[in-house]
């Protein structure tokens, strides 16, 4: 449905498609593990499609409902790259196209005064008028970075930066299944200029796979972060702070590093119930000029057991800028450039150069130095609905082994959205 300026959605659909295909021509490597991104030249494609659909139940109540189908192959198996370049592959094995439940959740909104505004809809978000200061608590399935560090110019995979630690704090080890997707309880409280979030949600049984714990005295991920939205020079922007604490059947770095023989040198053979990760994730945000956005990302964890959920970042610095099209008379287009440096913590370093793997990374040895990987992107409009992006991602160091590349990867991404 369309409706007027202020007027209430009983319901909305949204549909988003996109599709990409990655390349890198070979790349000098002085040898390659079980985990490393293939040397050779190699192309993949991958598509992720999601249907959105939002109802509003009762005043302030909506249930939302996206399935969702991926399908095909990241590059090398989505291997060998900390800040892997395609956000829209995961790590589930069989390249078949597969239809999966992405979201279920029940949003409850209480209005707190403050005014009020209209919002005009979207994806997962009925257009109507509310109030300025809100509380909203949502209970369900759904991916926590729909709620947490939502970076305006660096949280869509699908239309901006495409890299891992771009379109998410890389040190972030954020509670989430295969697919980028967990179930739990969240809130978020937004007053005027600033806004206070908590959440908490399932981890995965076994590292970077589909079935979750359910058992949350057992392994659980944790969250709260505050956010202020400001003005400089009439500019908006805004500053995130985000602490995170999770727990699960995690394997211990230090405990295989200093008795490898004991765990035949494999993390998964030292996991106990118990072990933590935690730490935190800076963001900023700030319209700079006209159509100029810039951000910037700091994150980390203290790197004492293994990468569970996400991805093998220990340390990460991320920034970048987006000019629209105007200045060139194509308003809806975009370009871009964006930088994300990973480092790995001491234990986690010396797991790897030991021949250890995790469930991205292992090239049999290390010769250890930051992973950088750079996006420069064009996205061009080609209708309404229709957008495509030529991207050009370079990687030096890749799994953090200067032994390795560097890596040119060049895509074509096609989005449609409505």
Do not use: C
Not at 56 to 82: C, D, H, Q, Y
Not at 161 to 183: H, K, M
Not at 305 to 332: H, K, Y
């Amino acid at each position: 449905m369309e409706p007027g300026e202020g007027e209430e959605e009983s319901y909305s659909v949204h549909f988003q498609l996109t599709t990409s295909t990655q390349y890198h021509p070979a790349f000098a490597a002085k040898y390659s593990g079980p985990n490393s991104m293939g040397a050779e030249a190699e192309h993949a494609t991958a598509l992720v499609s999601t249907l959105y659909t939002d109802l509003r139940l009762w005043r302030g109540a909506e249930l939302i409902f996206n399935p969702e189908i991926s399908g095909g192959k990241g590059l090398s198996r989505t291997l060998g790259v900390a800040a892997f370049p395609s956000g829209i592959v995961y790590r589930v094995g069989d390249p078949a196209p597969a239809v999966y439940l992405a979201r279920l959740a029940l949003r409850q909104t209480f209005g707190l005064g403050g005014g009020r505004v209209i919002t005009d809809g979207g994806a997962n978000e009925l257009a109507g008028t509310v109030d300025r200061d809100q509380l909203t608590i949502t209970v369900g399935r759904l991916s926590v970075a729909d709620i947490f560090n939502r970076n305006r110019w660096a949280s869509e995979p699908t239309e901006h930066f495409y890299n891992w630690a771009l379109f998410a704090p890389g040190a972030w080890d954020y509670p989430a299944d295969t697919r980028g997707y967990t179930w739990g309880a969240f809130v978020d409280l937004a007053i005027d200029w600033w806004s206070a979030r908590a959440g908490i949600g399932l981890e995965p049984k076994y590292a970077n796979l589909k079935e979750m714990e359910w058992r949350i005295d057992k392994a659980r991920g944790l969250m709260v972060e505050y956010e202020v939205r400001y003005s400089l020079g009439e500019r908006p922007g805004a500053t995130s702070l985000l602490l995170f604490h999770n727990t699960a059947r995690m394997g211990s770095y230090r405990q295989v590093v200093d008795d490898p023989a004991a765990y035949g040198n494999n993390i998964a053979a030292s996991r106990e119930d118990g072990r933590t990760k935690y730490g935190f994730a800076l963001s900023i945000d700030q319209e700079l000029a006209h159509g100029l956005g810039a951000f910037v990302r700091l994150s980390a964890n203290d790197g004492r057991n293994e990468s569970w959920a996400f991805t093998e970042i220990d340390r990460n610095l991320a920034f970048g800028v987006i000019q629209n099209g105007e200045l060139w008379r194509r308003r809806r287009d975009e370009a871009g450039i964006g930088v994300s440096i990973s480092g790995l913590s001491p234990a986690h370093k010396a797991y790897l150069a030991g021949g250890g793997s995790g469930f991205i990374l292992g090239d049999g040895a290390l010769s250890y130095a930051p992973e950088v990987v750079s996006d420069l992107f064009y996205k061009l409009r080609l209708h309404d609905a229709l957008w495509f992006t030529v991207l050009y991602q370079p990687i030096v160091n890749p799994g953090y082994n200067r032994d390795r590349g560097p890596v040119h990867v060049f895509s074509g991404r096609l989005h449609a959205a409505f």
